[in-house]
């Protein structure tokens, strides 16, 4: 039988390590276009959004709250269902990275908890409503980024039609660091959330919770942990984004960024757990279309929506997995 604290102790520190390999994988979500239109060099733009995302995480816990209740119960849930959902998330996370395939931990994470709680107790501790609410929301974010994306940008254009094209590349560049940064503290308000309302679904199935909340060292905790992996990185996916995916120019990178951003912090101050890499790449996308539609490689972007189809099923499988492997060692 497995001790419940060092159970419990597992779980916090995989959920951290959760938020890391988020930060490490989501890199390129905040800093890809100003890398990618050389705004920034990738070391400044890299410490820039690891600073910004700290700041981000306290910037709501709304997102933690559906977290915590709107996929599974969390006063039917068991601190080993956490602890196999997160190594599914955590492993999976490592395998795109490797790849420099920009999947969205978002769905990463929503797979591996409800295989583990099927795993577990079937499908009646499953949220079907809230999980569906999710599922559409991480569905339409990408669209949604695309539309406000190429509205932007077309706005752009014609306010800025009778100046040469030189000139606005100068003027956009000072903005584009200020629309990245503003998208790497709304990552930091969108995806740290996950692992305060994995530890505050922790704290409950341990039982020094009575209900679920996130308290201010999870805050600090996760910001920190989110922070640091973003400070290491995840270049083959900034590549991917901000090079391959669709060649941009500074206008075009401010408007990707400030049209995610503004997405991301609105839906992160409701509560709805949208994923920040299909939302900045839709609109990189949506940018890109708006302006000329060959300008796309289709062919990189049509890889990456196969990689977030794979996601929930597959996370899904290995969590159940790692909930059936735990509950055979526990005999």
């Known amino acids: 039988m497995l001790d419940p604290f060092w159970v419990l102790v597992a779980v916090v520190a995989l959920a951290l390590v ?32 690891a600073l910004l995302n700290i700041a981000g995480a306290f910037f709501s816990t709304e997102v933690a709250k559906a977290i915590g209740k709107d ?48 795993a577990y107790k079937g499908t009646a501790i499953l949220q079907t409503h809230g999980i569906l609410m999710i599922l ?14 190429a509205g932007l940008i077309k706005l752009i254009r014609a306010l800025f039609s009778n100046i040469p094209r030189s000139k606005v590349k100068r003027t956009f560049k ?51 942990a989110m922070g640091l992996g973003t400070a290491m990185g995840g270049r083959k996916i ?14 075009q990178g401010f408007a990707a960024e400030t049209g995610a951003a503004l997405l991301l912090a609105t839906v992160a101050k409701i509560g709805i757990p949208v994923s920040t890499t299909h939302t900045i790449t839709g609109a990189i996308m949506g940018v890109g279309a708006a302006e000329r539609v060959r300008s796309v490689r289709w062919s990189v972007a049509t890889k990456i929506v196969y990689a977030w189809i794979l996601t929930l099923p597959v996370t899904a499988l290995m969590g159940y997995v790692f909930y059936t492997i735990f509950k055979v060692l526990e005999g």
């Open 136 to 149: 559409v929301a991480l569905l339409i974010s990408p669209v949604l980024g695309a539309l406000v994306g």
């Open 238 to 251: 900034i590549h991917t984004i901000g090079s391959r995916l669709s060649r941009l120019e500074t206008p």
């Open 71 to 118: 996929i599974v119960d969390p006063n039917h849930v068991t601190l080993i269902v956490l602890l196999s959902a997160l190594l599914a998330v955590i492993l999976w996370n490592i395998i795109t990275v490797m790849l420099g395939l920009p999947t969205s931990s978002s769905h990463a994470l929503i797979g591996s908890l409800i295989g583990a709680a099927v």
């Open 174 to 224: 000072p903005l584009q660091i200020f629309s990245s940064a503003f998208m790497a503290f709304s990552h930091g308000a969108a995806d740290a959330q996950k692992a305060m309302g994995i530890i505050a679904m922790a704290l409950v199935a341990y039982g020094s919770h009575t209900e679920l909340y996130v308290p201010d060292w999870v805050k600090i905790a996760a910001g920190l």
């Open 18 to 49: 959760f938020d890391f390999t988020n930060g490490w994988h989501d890199t390129a979500n905040a800093i890809a276009t100003v890398v990618g239109t050389r705004t920034l060099s990738p070391a400044m733009a890299i410490l820039m959004a």
